[in-house]
C-alpha cells in the first residue's frame, strides 16, 4: 500500500479494537482509533504504542455524539470502520437494559448517519455467538436461525445486525458482520491484553486473577450438564487470530469484491473446549495450579456451542494460528506483566 489508508476503530482503546488497531498498522492501515473510555482506560493505548513503537491516533469521544464523528470524519479521509464500541457484560444487561439499548444501539444508529453523510460504506461489526443462543446443531454455521436473545445484551447484536443489513440493502453500506465465538487471551508480546473493570465476567480473565491471588478462587459454574465432563463447552478464539480476521475483513469490503450487500460470518476455531478442559490446559502450559470449586450453574448459559468456520475459511482465505495452548499463556503472561505494572 502505497499511501496509507485510514480506517476509524471505535472501541479501540478495549480489548478487541486495540488488538485489531495494531494488526491493522502491521498491514499498512493508518487507524483511528476513537473511544469515550466509558470501559477501559488508556492502559491499551499505551500498549499498541509499546507494541508499534508510536503512538496510533486516538481522539476521546462518544460514538453517539453526531457532531463529535462528524469533526473525526472531516479530519480524517476515512476508508473504512471497525465498530467495536459497545457495551457487553450480559449480566449488567439484564440489570440495566436501557443502558445496553441505548449506548449499542445509539452508537451503531450515530456512526451509520455519519458514514451515510460522508459515503463512507466499508463496515466491519462486532457481533457475537449469543446471536445463535443455544444452537440446535453444532457446529452452528451462520444460517442457523437466531432465537430470540436471551439477554438484551444479544439483542443488541441481532438488533444492530438487522439495522446493518436494511441499510446495507440500500446500498449505503457494504457490511461484514463478524461473529466472534470466546476470544481469549493476549498479545504475544504481554505488551497488550484484556483489562476487565471490576470482577470479571469472562472465564479467562476469572482464571489468570484467581491464580494471580486477585480472586479468591474461580467457580467453575455447574458440571452436571449433559457433556462428557459436565462442564460447559465453547469455542475459545485468540484475541489476535480474531484481530488478524478484522483486517482480512475491511481488505475484502475494500476490495470492492464482495457481492454481498451484507454479509454475517462466524469467528472461531472450530473446535469445542469443555470449561474444566481449559482449566487444566492452563495448569499444564503455565505449571500453576488453579484454584477453583464446582458452583452451580449460572443462569442463562448455553450448554454447549462452537463455530462453523467454512464460511471464514472460504469467503475471508483466514484461518487461526494460534492453539489454545498459545491462547493461555499468553493471558498468563499478560496477567503476570499487569501485576507488576499495577499495585
Ligand atoms: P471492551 O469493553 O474491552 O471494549 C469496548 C470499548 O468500547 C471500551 O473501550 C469502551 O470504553 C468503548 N465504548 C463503549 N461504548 C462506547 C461509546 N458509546 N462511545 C465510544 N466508546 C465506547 O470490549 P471488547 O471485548 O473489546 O469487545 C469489543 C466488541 O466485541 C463489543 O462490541 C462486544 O460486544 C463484541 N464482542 C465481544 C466479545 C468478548 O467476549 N470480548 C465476544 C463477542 C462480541
Ligand atoms: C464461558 C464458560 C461459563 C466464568 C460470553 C457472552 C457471549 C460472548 C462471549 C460477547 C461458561 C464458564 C465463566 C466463571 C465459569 N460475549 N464460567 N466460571 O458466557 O460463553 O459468553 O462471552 O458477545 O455473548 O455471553 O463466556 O467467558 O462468561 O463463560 O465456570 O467465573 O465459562 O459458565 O460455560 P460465555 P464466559
Known sequence: MSKPSYVLVTGGAGYIGA?????????????????NLSRSNERLLKGIADVLGRNLIF???????????EDVFAKYPIAGVLHFAAFKAVGESVQQPELYYNNNLNSTLTLVRAMARVGVKPFVFSSSCTVYGEPDHIPVDESAPLKRAESPYGATKQMSERILEDEANTGRLRVISLRYF??????????????????????????TQAVAGKRKSLTVFGNDYPTPDGSCIRDFIHVVDLAKAHVVAL?????HSVAEAFQAINLGTGQGVSVLELINTFVRVTGVAVPFTIGPRRPGDVVKTYADVKRARERLKWQCEYSLDDALRHAWAWEQQLSHSIP
Open 19 to 35: 488488538h485489531t488497531a495494531v494488526e491493522l498498522a502491521l498491514a499498512g492501515f493508518e487507524p483511528v482509533l476513537i473511544d
Open 59 to 69: 481522539h476521546r469521544g462518544d460514538c453517539r455524539d453526531e457532531k463529535f464523528l
Open 182 to 207: 470466546n476470544p481469549i487471551g493476549a498479545h504475544p508480546s504481554a505488551k497488550l491484553g484484556e483489562l476487565p473493570i471490576g470482577e470479571p465476567s469472562n472465564l479467562v480473565p476469572y482464571v
Open 251 to 255: 481488505q475484502l469490503l475494500l476490495s
